[in-house]
């Protein structure tokens, strides 16, 4: 479910800043607001994308006493 409202805030912000920049009289409010939209959706999604740096398998924390 998770998954669907971040595709859905990216494509939803997308639109809102094509539609903002694609008019003659453009309001950068608008342009601005879609902007955030977007980069939020991205920002959920990159935060499930594991880094190449990270162990495949998570420890256990074995070495603890």
């Known amino acids: 479910m998770s998954r669907i409202i971040n595709i859905l805030l ?3 912000g997308g639109f809102v800043a094509i539609y903002a920049r694609a008019g003659v009289d453009q309001n950068e409010y608008v342009l601005i607001g879609g902007i955030v939209i977007l980069m939020i959706g991205v ?6 994308i594991p880094s190449k740096n990270d ?9 603890k006493p």
């Open 55 to 63: 162990p495949e398998t998570p420890s256990d924390n074995t070495d």
């Open 10 to 12: 990216i494509i939803i």
């Open 43 to 48: 920002y959920r999604i990159s935060k499930n």
